[in-house]
Every structure is written in structure tokens, then in C-alpha cells.
């Protein structure tokens, strides 16, 4: 049986992962990247062509190919956004790719060009919307739900019966205790404990670490 094909959508860091991880783990064969044409500088990424969005059609037609997203975080996850819109307004459709070390229940919804990497815990119950990324080593308790276009760093734990609204992004190790509304486009800054409601495009940090008066020698360490 012949694969698959798949499309690259992007030409950064996280465009190439997504090509190693479709490669290895999925029957998809990837055949390329694409960007828009202002943006492309390069012809070749990882001995693979790429190609402008704007021309995608006539070399990746969408009824032979599938195409995925793989673009950051950038203006709270607008720029992915677009671009998905885009893609799939032109007829592809954006598989999504949950490592294989990662139990999915059936009581629990995976939307479209969704990114889940290794050793995520998603417990029963909870929905990931669609373009939405979990960078490795989450924790997604029990009935919450995370909405469309998040970002979720690593090890980050959402408690149980949490809602995230869209457009969220949450910073490595961050924690969020249970019962919680995440509102649209909060920024979630790394190691940040959150313990009430957000409200729509807040930004939360935590305080950044200072050096001791002592250096590691003087410590006698």
C-alpha cells in the first residue's frame, strides 16, 4: 500500500521536528515543506524541497496530499493560526500526530493539525482543540479542556476540570490548580503558579531567580 504524503507547513525549528517525528512514527511520507513566498530563502530543508504556499497546488495538489502546520508560538499562536486557516481553506487536510508512548482514552477529543510529543499524561475525559501544541512532558488532568491555537510547553501541569481558551500560551513548568478558566490569549510565563482565573490577554510570570551573595566555591558546596 502506497503512503501517504504530507506537506511540511513552515520552514523553522519546529517544521523540521515535526518532519523527523512524521517519519519515524507515522506511515505519512513527507515530501517537502512550504512557506509563503516573502518568507522563503531557502530551497532545500533537510534534502527536502520547499516550496511556496502560493504555488503548493501545482507541484502538492491537495487531493494527493495532506498538509501540517508546524509553526510556533508567535503573537499568541495568530501566526499558526492564519496560516491553518489558510491551508485548509485551499483543501487540505492537517492530520494530527500523538506519539505513540501516549495513551489517548476514548472518552477524549483530539482536534485537527494537533502536535502531541512524548510523555504527555492526557487523562480521561479532557478535549484538545484544533492547531494546538503539547511540547513533551505534560500533564492535562481529567475533564479539562484545552481550546483551539494553545501552545503548551514542557512539563506543565493542568489540574482537573480546567478549561483553556484559546490562544493560550503556557511556559515550561508552569502549574495551574484545578477548576480553572484559562481566558483567551493569557500569557503563561515559565514556572509560573497560577491558583485563580485568568482574564482575556493577561500575562503572568514568575519572579526571576537571583544569584546568592556567595559563589559556588565559597559555598563549600
Same mark, same amino acid.
Given at each position: 500500500?502506497?503512503?501517504?504524503?504530507?506537506?511540511?507547513?513552515?520552514?523553522?525549528?519546529? +517544521?523540521?521536528?515535526?518532519?523527523? &517525528?512524521?517519519?519515524?512514527?507515522?506511515?505519512?511520507?513527507?515530501?517537502?515543506?512550504?512557506?509563503?513566498?516573502? &518568507?522563503?530563502?531557502?530551497?532545500?530543508? +533537510?534534502?527536502?524541497? =520547499?516550496?511556496?504556499?502560493?504555488?503548493?497546488?501545482?507541484? $502538492?495538489?491537495?487531493?494527493?496530499?495532506?498538509?501540517?502546520?508546524?509553526?510556533?508560538?508567535?503573537?499568541?499562536?495568530?501566526?499558526?493560526?492564519? =496560516?491553518?486557516?489558510?491551508?485548509?481553506?485551499?483543501?487540505?487536510? #492537517?492530520?494530527?500526530?500523538?506519539?505513540?508512548?501516549?495513551?489517548? $482514552?476514548?472518552?477524549?477529543?483530539?482536534?485537527?493539525?494537533?502536535?502531541?510529543?512524548?510523555?504527555?499524561?492526557?487523562?480521561?475525559?479532557?478535549?484538545?482543540?484544533?492547531?494546538?501544541?503539547? $511540547?513533551?512532558?505534560?500533564?492535562?488532568?481529567?475533564? #479539562?479542556?484545552?481550546?483551539?491555537?494553545?501552545?503548551?510547553?514542557?512539563?506543565?501541569?493542568?489540574?482537573?476540570?480546567? =478549561?483553556?481558551?484559546?490562544?493560550?500560551?503556557?511556559?515550561?513548568?508552569?502549574?495551574?490548580?484545578?477548576?480553572?478558566?484559562?481566558?483567551?490569549?493569557?500569557? !503563561?510565563?515559565?514556572? +509560573?503558579? !497560577?491558583?485563580?482565573?485568568?482574564?482575556?490577554?493577561?500575562?503572568?510570570? #514568575?519572579?526571576?531567580?537571583?544569584?546568592?551573595?556567595?559563589?559556588?566555591?565559597? =559555598?563549600?558546596?
Amino acid at each position: 500500500m502506497m503512503k501517504r504524503k504530507l506537506v511540511i507547513i513552515g520552514t523553522g525549528l519546529f +517544521a523540521e521536528v515535526a518532519k523527523d &517525528y512524521f517519519h519515524e512514527y507515522t506511515d505519512y511520507e513527507v515530501v517537502g515543506f512550504a512557506c509563503h513566498s516573502k &518568507y522563503k530563502d531557502k530551497e532545500i530543508i +533537510a534534502d527536502l524541497p =520547499v516550496q511556496a504556499i502560493e504555488d503548493m497546488k501545482d507541484f $502538492w495538489p491537495e487531493t494527493d496530499f495532506d498538509a501540517f502546520v508546524a509553526i510556533g508560538y508567535q503573537k499568541m499562536n495568530k501566526v499558526r493560526e492564519s =496560516v491553518y486557516k489558510e491551508i485548509k481553506d485551499m483543501g487540505y487536510f #492537517s492530520p494530527s500526530f500523538v506519539h505513540p508512548n501516549v495513551k489517548i $482514552w476514548d472518552t477524549s477529543q483530539i482536534g485537527k493539525n494537533v502536535f502531541i510529543f512524548e510523555d504527555n499524561t492526557i487523562q480521561p475525559y479532557s478535549s484538545i482543540g484544533n492547531n494546538t501544541i503539547l $511540547w513533551s512532558g505534560n500533564h492535562i488532568g481529567h475533564h #479539562s479542556s484545552i481550546g483551539d491555537n494553545c501552545f503548551i510547553s514542557s512539563h506543565v501541569v493542568i489540574s482537573g476540570s480546567c =478549561v483553556i481558551r484559546d490562544n493560550v500560551f503556557i511556559g515550561v513548568n508552569s502549574t495551574l490548580r484545578d477548576g480553572l478558566t484559562i481566558e483567551k490569549e493569557t500569557l !503563561i510565563g515559565a514556572g +509560573a503558579l !497560577i491558583m485563580k482565573d485568568t482574564k482575556e490577554k493577561e500575562v503572568y510570570v #514568575s519572579a526571576p531567580d537571583k544569584p546568592f551573595t556567595k559563589n559556588s566555591e565559597e =559555598v563549600g558546596f
